[in-house]
């Protein structure tokens, strides 16, 4: 057994057996941030003005540039560390030419993440902590076109109220804490904005009707939510996913009365139909994620979370120490 393993053995082995008798942090103060790593887009024309850009800085929430910055959340290198050695994230992709050109003022299509996002949730609350929303411009365009992106979405957690034991240690100590970092894939289709009134769209339902009144729906694929520890849940205008999460020291290791309660992180994206059943995604088609946006104007992609704790052993069980392994990866930051 590899020490990541050795580690979230006796992680679990103690939240099975000590739970009753730990630490809870009842409210955090919070920073999520989000932004594209990768993106492509077709190249039709020969002019370059219509090729995907990306602009803004998902630290700031400004257009400066990606230069190192201490605020930055997400983890963009190939180690493990959010510190001033890895730069934030571009926010914004813009694409294509207005149809009717760029002096009449119509806009781009784009996609524009809402980060960062910091406020103060409460544990176990039924209500959702807004996050880093995604809004898409969309526009008639025509010239070269977004064809897929990745995002990263990283989330911190500083105690703000909590319940502990004597002999628990500082919970502040080692604020904040990484909630496991979200990395997702999306295929995107600029669909054409069919004449006839008899066609199908690409998301299987009639022209200018429904999601398609404006002309056939632009579609999202969303890949990567198939290997997280819990199957996601889908409803006609919502997806939901969850990921477990435990309060570690920089060094990865558990902290004495903290890191026997077990979270849930669930993240609920909403505000747009989601694809519909039948539907069969590119290179996920066993497990088919995604949403539909409407033409001619602007689609906001909810996003919003919430924590709490899973007391019950039985259900702990249920993640297995191998779907869990990653949630426990170490992830740190290096004071500077």
Wanted: proline residues 5%.
């Amino acid at each position: 057994m590899n020490t990541k393993l050795k580690l979230c053995a006796a992680v679990l082995a103690a939240t099975l057996t000590s739970a009753a008798n730990a630490g809870v942090v009842t409210s955090w103060n919070y920073n999520n941030q989000a932004g594209f790593a990768t993106w492509t887009g077709t190249t039709n024309t020969s002019t370059t003005t219509d090729d995907v850009t990306a602009t803004g800085n998902s630290s700031t929430g400004t257009n400066a540039a990606l230069t190192d910055d201490a605020n930055n959340i997400l983890f963009t290198g190939n180690n493990v560390d959010a510190d001033a050695y890895q730069d934030a994230l571009n926010t914004n992709l813009a694409w294509g030419t207005p149809a009717n050109g760029f002096t009449s003022g119509d806009p781009q299509s784009s996609l524009n993440v809402d980060s960062p996002v910091a406020a103060n949730l409460a544990t176990n609350d039924w209500n959702w902590a807004n996050g880093t929303s995604i809004t898409h411009e969309n526009w008639i365009i025509v010239g070269d076109a977004l064809t897929s992106a990745s995002l990263l979405d990283g989330l911190t957690l500083t105690p703000s109220t909590w319940t502990s034991n004597v002999g628990d240690a500082d919970p502040l100590a080692n604020a904040p804490y990484f909630a496991p970092q979200l990395q997702f894939g999306i295929d995107f289709f600029e669909t054409p904005n069919k004449t006839s009134n008899n066609a199908l769209c690409p998301n299987g339902e009639a022209n200018y009707q429904g999601d398609n009144i404006n002309g056939c729906g632009d579609i999202f694929e969303i890949t990567g939510l198939a290997s997280l520890p819990i199957t996601p849940v889908v409803g006609a205008d919502f997806l939901e996913f969850t990921v477990p999460f435990v309060m570690l020291d920089g060094l990865g290791q558990p902290i004495a009365g903290w890191s026997d309660t077990l979270y849930y992180v669930t993240t609920r994206l909403s505000g747009l139909t989601t694809l519909p059943a039948g539907y069969t995604c590119s290179n996920a088609p066993d497990a088919c994620f995604g949403f539909v946006t409407q033409e001619k104007k602007s689609n906001q992609l909810l996003a919003q979370f919430k924590v709490r704790t899973v007391p019950e052993p039985t259900t702990i069980a249920l993640f297995g120490l191998g779907l869990i392994a990653s949630a426990f990866a170490g992830k740190r930051k290096r004071n500077s």
